[in-house]
């Protein structure tokens, strides 16, 4: 039990696109979702804390209108990279919380922006 | 603010041999620990995790580790390693109160036929 599944897993995009990520949780109801990104051979920086029904808690130098977040539903949460730039191109990884059990991890997305 | 050190980037060690990889935390407020993997191109695996109780912690893959509230630390061992443990070991630490978890910036364990 508590899968986490992201989509997708590696996406390539071009300057100035927009692109969305999902996160769902697959067997629990998941209020709470965080949003990591990972630069190659560096560690995972908590981008936001995503609440259902309510507005992202974004981590201090996250840019809101940038990377849009919305969790919609107990088992889905969205990361949506605006106007993507080539320095946005990094691994994406979301979490869920399973109270009252830890986070379980996603297999993460690659972004790239050519 | 909690913060995690893991003192050493990268850990070489030859297969069959032990190893351990070093952590420690700060916080103002009492903490959980845990340690997750990371193989390549993949997300993060959870090793083990120190929320309360014994000191010692046993994981998955043989691994354990050792919370020293003293000594603030929670290295992680193994009596012995194998090709396969290849990997990103993050350790990372939850404030109790607090979902978010802050990560240490990773070991990289080679292993050494």
């Known amino acids: 039990g508590a899968v986490v599944s992201q989509h997708p897993s590696w996406v390539i995009c071009k300057s100035g696109t927009s692109v969305k990520i999902e996160c769902r949780s697959l067997d629990f109801q998941a209020t709470t979702m965080f949003w990591y990104r990972q630069f190659p051979k560096q560690s995972l920086m908590l981008m936001a804390t995503?609440?259902?029904?309510?507005?992202?808690?974004?981590e201090q130098g996250v840019e809101k209108d940038k990377f849009l977040i919305n969790h919609a539903s107990l088992t889905l949460s969205t990361l949506t990279v605006t106007s993507a730039h080539p320095e946005d191109s990094s691994f994406y990884i979301c979490s869920a919380r399973d109270p009252p059990r830890e986070q379980f991890f996603g297999p993460g997305t690659r972004l790239t922006v050519l | 603010a909690q913060s995690v050190t893991q003192l050493d980037s990268q850990v070489p060690v030859f297969e069959e041999a032990p190893v351990e990889l070093r952590c420690n935390y700060s916080s103002s407020v009492s903490v959980y620990l845990f340690w997750y993997v990371q193989y390549p191109n993949q997300g993060l695996q959870l090793l083990l995790k120190y929320l309360s109780g014994s000191t010692l912690v046993k994981g998955i893959n043989g691994f354990e580790a050792e919370f020293n509230k003293s000594q603030t630390s929670f290295h992680l061992r193994k009596p012995s390693v194998h090709i396969s443990d290849t990997a990103e070991y993050f350790c990372a630490v939850s404030v109790s109160r607090d979902d978010k978890i802050i990560f240490g910036k990773g070991t990289r364990l080679h292993i050494l036929p």
């Open positions: 995503s609440n259902e029904g309510s507005k992202a808690t974004y």
